[in-house]
């Protein structure tokens, strides 16, 4: 294992010491825990908006902090699910009287401590409500969930209920739109090669030179199907018929499309994928409203991709591009 760390059993803490200094302007991290705030919150008559999991996919989380986007991420310890007492300090230090809402990925851990921390919070007296994310249509099930994982499709949710609540809307509107959001997005993940936990110290799994994984999650767990590594457009065309035959497009819908990197992989490569997903995604009729091509959810060093696809309609294309200056978010 070659890493750029100073104890495999610390590295949670010694990279939030690091983002706090990377942005002092803007984050604070709540004393004695690892939860990540807005260094303003909570913000006067706002919905807050809190997520977070394991660490190890960053930017995601805590890089969607700011205005029109997250109030609070909390970071687990490496592709772990922080506990519910951390997710209660982030609760409350985001509520401001206007309740907050959890943007959970669908894994057991988190949807178990995510829920333990709302039944805290409302023993307390704050309004919580959540969505859960399953963007994932690789499996149906998994050694981390019960149905379809929430994987990179997660930012689209991040972004559509944190602007929706930055608008002020209320605690009910912003799970309206989260849960439309969930109800219109789909993502799909590969790799070539796997990611090495510091902890564990070895790959999460081998692969020859010439072998690749399709349907991977976001903790280095492996795919659904090993086959041997083909060109770039031939695994855009997988991915991309995953997705889109399992949601019905109709042409002339408008869709948002995310390119996402695993953690490893040239951008030159995820522009190469883009460019044969787009001519599909015209094929079948369908206009591009706006393309994110980039690192947005990772598996640490894994070196792949994903390809999501969120259906669009007029109040989430509005949300969608309206500002934030969460320093992870650019389009």
Partial sequence: MKKIINNPEEVVQDMLKGLIAAHPESLKQIPNTTAIVRK????????????????????????????????????????????????????????????????????????????????????????????????????????????????????????????????????????????????????????????????????SFTLDENEMEIGIGIHGEPGIERKKLTSADEIAEELTQKVLEDIEFNSGDEVAVMINGMGATPEMELYILNGRVQEILHERGLNVHKTFVGEYMTSLEMAGCSVTLLKLDKETKQLLDSDSNASAFHS
């Fill in 40 to 203: 303003d919150a909570p913000v006067a008559n706002k919905v807050g908006i809190v997520s977070g999991g394991g660490s190890g996919h960053e930017p995601a989380h805590a890089g969607y902090i700011g205005e029109g986007m997250l109030d609070a991420a909390v970071c687990g310890e490496m592709f772990t699910s922080p506990t519910p007492d951390q997710v209660f300090e982030a609760i409350k230090a985001v509520d401001s009287g206007s309740g907050v809402f959890l943007v959970i990925k669908n894994y057991t851990g988190d949807v178990m401590n995510f829920e333990m921390a709302a039944e805290l919070a409302e023993a307390e007296g704050i309004d919580v409500e959540k969505v859960v994310v399953n963007d994932d249509v690789a499996v149906e099930d998994s050694s981390f969930t019960t149905g379809r994982r929430g994987i990179a499709g997660t930012v689209f949710v991040h972004k559509i209920a944190g602007a929706k609540a930055d608008a002020g809307g209320s605690l009910q509107e912003v799970k309206d739109v989260a849960e439309k959001v969930v109800v219109n997005v789909r993502s799909m993940g590969m790799a070539v090669t796997p990611c090495t936990v510091p902890a564990a110290g070895k790959p």
